[in-house]
């Protein structure tokens, strides 16, 4: 039972400290180098990168951060449905 109780004590705490936030979100500036968007967001669950081009989003299909880069800068971002 107590190991229950951690457990989702944990769950709730690591679910509380996502740095998927419309905070972090607003410190994302057309720019701004790879490094220093992981260096808010963290890393990114996906990336893709097209012809000198990479795309990579944060979050799910419902709730998520893209940031598009040439050149290793942030030319484009959006946010759909961050708090």
Known sequence: MKTAIMLAGVVLIA?????LTTENYA?????????DVTAILGGPDSCSDTAGFKSCRWGDEKRNVTVRFAGD?????SAENIR
């Open 15 to 19: 679910a509380g400290c996502s740095k």
């Open 27 to 35: 410190k994302v500036a057309v720019g701004m180098a790879y490094n």
């Open 73 to 77: 800068k942030v030319v484009l971002h």
